[in-house]
């Protein structure tokens, strides 16, 4: 018993001694781990090394939806759909086992009508260089020089370089150009067996189910299921929404730490491009497994991805459709001569923009021509994009925004304010037009040029009314031309209005900072000629503040930007497109006389409403009651371009709409169309049953 005792006494001792115990436990786990890697190196290590050689293990994005865009009233202009991309990785297979998937993919692709997204340029038929690479001799040579090819080389000689790089020699023609057009993307996107390049885009379903049932022998080619940007209607708003489309080598560059890859898309223009920072998402993150043939094993989602914030715009669809419609239309009836008796077929090209007068914000803004925003998200061909790159009248220019043109008349009522402000003139002064003005190079008032007579004796309402030249020679020779410039400033012409889009033009006003200034020259600029210059968006927050009674606007485009959590404060958003367009615009009331205000107006009004006003006959049964003037501005080249501004109703303003056609001819000849904007806006914003019908199209997507 006692030794029983002693026994155990001696096992408690050693428990009690730490180390030993410590190092005993220690030299257990070492054996364990000895045993395991005997097993893993010697016993069974040809098999793991085989397992370890033949597994891949990447990381691939998970793209994220975009927001979605809204006009004011909650209908979705920009969405998105679930579309399927096919991608290729490269893989530890031989060369013709690589090209022989290609070329089943292609044919796959081809069967179904799918197109294959590729920059190798080749024209349509794959029978030589694309056309812009025929045109423009320093492209083609750059190419050829990048491919160490004789800058005399042919398309032929191309094809052959690229047969040997990448082995396909014994294929015939077409397939050559099948495994070319692919491996040429898919080298330009840095494809490798970690990182994928797009072979194509928003593929068929029978393309989809195809290329899966033939899974085993396509090699390095995955499909992905992705959110593709879908616009509702193809041409509406376009140079409002804008585009995305592939990111460039230049921008993922520089944004590579911010979340883009390769593969990304991002906004190129209009509200795509200037809200880019809320509606692109976060993308999410997956740990994807394939075999050597780039089969996928397993997968494991690491991060999910993070939907866009989406954007309320402040433009009103219906608004936006009328003045779209009424634009197409009048350039057509104008074309044709439908509307002028004699066609003018130079007039292809304008635009037209309706602001709230008192919030500034755009209703609605149309340049036409127009183009399809579709195309863009895919990739556009060759043969697409040559067809808008090379229109004359450049259809992707939003000329709302960066056209300048020379407000002509239009330009009065601004110099009827500067004399008044100037006291240079009073509103109950009547002056005498000559009909050939007295000073200068002695310029002769339009009425007299064309029937011979004058306006007569008239106040500065009358003036308006009329347009007469002569009345505002004479304004502008009483208080010269830095008064004008003054008031042109003051009225925001001559610079940026801050609108959330890139590409606006600044514009000029004519006398700023001018040498060798004479009094011609005022006299020019006191009529709207000269060198003035300004964008509709400009004329057009000038109208809405003569309309308002003398504040001049913020122009916004935007209304708001929301995620599914919450929304951004109204004041982050506007200091975000201070930095973004470089402009800060603030609102300012101007001071100007009520009584000035009211006498401007009131040659608005007659210039629609009264015997001699230049477009009274238009608005004569006009449903609303509509202030306006009519502008004719000389070009150096064509028919002159055509303006009429205009707000309504008289005696309660709510909107300014400007109108601007290139080579118009005559102002007047744009009446009927702001008669009928302005029409249909009070029919929208006063029939109660239209509001009702608003509350269920806020539930649909927008169709036309």
Known sequence: MENIKAKFQKLFD???????????????????????????????????????????????????????????????????????????????????????????????????????????????????????????????????????????????????????????????YED?????????????????????????????????AQIEEMKSKLHGINIVSVPQRYYLSNDFACHILGYVSKIGNAEYNSLKDSGYTINSVIGKSGIE????????????????????????TSELVTKEATSGNNVTLTIDYRIQQVVENALKTTLNNLQSGASTGTPIP??????????????????????????NINNFVDGISNEEWNSINNNSQKPMFNRA????????????????IAGLESKGITVDEYYTDPGIYPYSYNPKCWIYTAHNI???????????????????????????IDAVVNWAKNF????????????????????????????????????????????????????ATIANGGTLNKISLVKNVESNVKSIPLSEIVEYSKNFTGVDFNTRELNISSEYINAIKEGMYAVTTETGGTAADIFRDSKVEVAGKTGTAQVANGANNAIFVGFAPYNNPKIAVVAVVEHGEEGYYLAPMVKEITNEYFNIYTNDAQKEKTQEIVKNSIVF
């Open 14 to 172: 050693i428990l009690e001694n730490r180390e030993l115990v410590l190092s005993i436990i220690l030299v257990i786990i070492a054996f364990v781990f000895l045993i395991q890697l005997f097993n893993i190196q010697i016993i069974n290590g040809a098999t793991y090394r085989e397992q370890a050689e033949n597994k891949i293990v990447r990381t691939e994005s998970i793209s994220a939806s975009r927001g979605e865009i809204y006009d004011r009233n909650g209908v979705l202009l920009a969405t998105n759909k679930l579309t399927y991309n096919v991608e290729l990785y490269r893989t530890k297979v031989d060369a013709e086992i690589t090209n022989d998937s290609i070329r089943d993919l292609v044919d796959i692709l081809n069967s179904n009508n799918d197109k294959i997204y590729s920059t190798f340029p080749v024209n349509e038929n794959g029978t030589d260089f694309s056309n812009e690479y025929i045109n423009d001799e320093n492209l083609r040579k750059d190419f050829l020089k990048s491919i160490n090819l004789e800058e005399n080389a042919t398309f032929d000689d191309v094809i052959q370089y690229y047969s040997e790089l990448y082995a396909i020699e014994d294929y015939s």
């Open 176 to 208: 050559k150009l099948k495994i070319i057009k692919v491996k040429y993307e898919a080298n330009y996107s840095g494809y490798s067996l970690f990182n994928s390049a797009i072979i194509a885009k928003n593929i068929s379903k029978n393309s989809v």
């Open 273 to 296: 491009e200037s809200m880019e920072k809320y509606l692109k998402g976060e993308n999410g993150t997956k740990k994807v497994v394939t075999d050597s043939l780039g089969n996928v």
């Open 346 to 371: 130079e007039a292809q090209a304008g635009s037209c923009v309706v602001l709230d007068v008192e919030t500034g914000e755009v209703l609605a803004m149309a340049s036409y021509p127009t183009y």
């Open 401 to 416: 925004i960066s056209g300048t043109y020379s407000p002509g008349s239009t330009y009065k009522m601004l110099v009827g």
């Open 454 to 480: 004058t306006h007569g004796s008239i106040n500065l309402s009358g003036a308006i009314k009329g347009s007469c030249n002569c009345f505002f020679y004479e304004v502008g020779r009483r208080i010269g």
């Open 492 to 543: 925001g012409l001559g610079q940026k209005t801050g609108i959330e889009l890139s590409g606006e033009a600044v514009g000029k006003i004519a006398g700023d900072n001018a040498q060798g200034w004479s009094l011609g020259d005022t006299l020019s600029a006191s009529i709207g000629q000269s060198t003035n210059l300004f964008t509709p968006l400009q004329l057009s927050n000038y109208i």
